[in-house]
């Protein structure tokens, strides 16, 4: 038996005005999934428990089985280990990430346009993270680029007392009042203010501002933590995995639990990312390479649900469907090999409010020999209809391997 984890990061949603009240899922052309609903099972799952903030961390964490109240340490030190930046039990490490910022003359008066500078490239912005090491690191502070907005801070014998805002929290609005506070939230912000300045000149963002893309105005720090220690997968369930992702905390998250991270050209984490390159490689992983087990995410609904973008989360939709789902579903059932399918969202991230919530999220397990008959598409709405409810998402992957 193969098992596979199809997670369509921020994928629930709620009623969609373009779509009639419809939600993603209820709009979407999506055959593939709406078959494995039909014939397996489907329920809801609480992946986010009520004392953390809905992130896809903690939520991502909780689907592979592990309960973020015990092992969450911090959602940069996952992007750390991804990155490959050795820490130091002292060390606190945070997410940098380069946003676009209004013009106003007073920081504290700016307003949040873009959380990821247009989608800047990796390659664009790692020479505007080196230009903001080279003038703002120290041998206490460090800056180590990653995956086009997504960035790392290292501060060597910081304080995780401070209370951070994600940036994709706050798009389009002042950020006056979420500003940094506690424990060296001054030097946080001085570095963001000189940030500005140095980004400002920067010969990447003058390009980018003559082809009319977003400039990267700024650094936005977050997302602090300290060294996570996670059991290891294959030790928990006695089966070889990999994970295959184009966001650095999903690598991290695969690092730290001694899985095998696999990356895939032309995967970028939107709608127009690499979906085939990332079917063969979980099969490649499955049918070639001795693994059991294979944990296939995709960024594209997460970050249009960001962008308020209802259009291209349900295109991401079916280009999962067809391109992940069902090219899977095709190959194992040529082969004839058994396979056991999970495909659900980390958390939902509503059109409307642009935001993670911390709302249960649909859920389907496919067992290609064990066929069921519910008649059942995959929908919120039906997958509460069930009465199917895991009040402990870290529960639902002993569930799905049992």
């Avoid at 015990?70 to 039990?89: F, N, T, W």
């Avoid at 995956?147 to 994600?166: A, F, I, K, Q």
């Avoid at 032309?266 to 059991?292: C, E, I, P, R, V």
Wanted: aromatic content about 8%.
């Amino acid at each position: 038996m193969k098992y596979i984890v199809v997670l369509g990061d921020g994928m629930a949603d709620y009623p969609v005005d373009e779509f009639g009240g419809k939600t993603i899922l209820e709009a979407a052309d999506k055959p593939n999934m709406d078959y494995m609903c039909a014939h397996g099972e489907l329920g809801m799952v609480k992946t986010v428990d009520d004392s953390m903030k809905p992130g896809s961390d903690v939520a991502n964490l909780s689907v592979l089985g592990y309960d973020s109240l015990k092992y969450y340490s911090g959602r940069s030190p996952l992007e750390a280990a991804s990155i490959g930046v050795d820490m130091l039990p002292t060390d606190v490490t945070f997410r940098c990430n380069l946003v676009t910022l209004s013009d106003e003359e007073n920081y504290s008066d700016k307003t949040m346009l873009d959380y990821s500078s247009g989608e800047i490239s990796s390659a664009e912005a790692a020479e505007l993270i080196k230009a903001v090491d080279e003038q703002l690191g120290t041998d206490i502070i460090k800056f180590y680029p990653g995956v086009s907005y997504r960035h790392l801070m290292v501060w060597h014998n910081g304080s995780t007392n401070v209370e951070l805002t994600p940036p994709h929290d706050i798009s389009d609005k002042k950020i006056t009042d979420f500003l940094p506070k506690g424990d060296g939230a001054d030097e946080i912000l001085e570095l963001m203010k000189k940030s500005s300045e140095i980004l400002k000149k920067h010969p990447v963002n003058l390009k980018r501002i003559s082809e009319g893309k977003n400039p990267a105005t700024s650094i936005w720090i977050w997302g602090e933590g300290r060294k996570p220690a996670l059991d290891s997968f294959e030790g928990k369930y006695h089966l070889k995995g990999s994970v295959i992702s184009a966001v650095d905390l999903i690598k991290g998250i695969a690092i730290c639990a001694g899985m095998e991270s696999i990356d895939v050209e032309g995967a970028t984490g939107t709608y127009q990312s690499n979906f085939d390159g990332k079917a063969d490689a979980a099969l490649k992983s499955l049918l070639d390479d001795g693994k059991d087990f294979v944990y296939i995410h995709m960024e594209a609904p997460d970050e249009c649900g960001h962008q308020g973008d209802a259009e291209h989360k349900k295109l991401s939709v079916e280009l999962i469907d067809e391109k992940v789902v069902g090219k899977i579903r095709r190959v194992l059932g040529e082969r004839g090999v058994d396979y056991k399918m999970l495909i659900m969202p980390d958390h939902p991230t509503p059109i409307k409010l642009k935001t993670h919530v911390s709302d249960p999220v649909p859920y389907v397990i496919f067992t290609s020999n064990d066929l069921k008959d519910t008649g059942l598409t995959y929908t919120e709405k039906n997958a509460k209809a069930t009465g199917n409810f895991i009040e402990k998402g870290y529960t639902l992957m002993d569930k799905f391997l049992s």
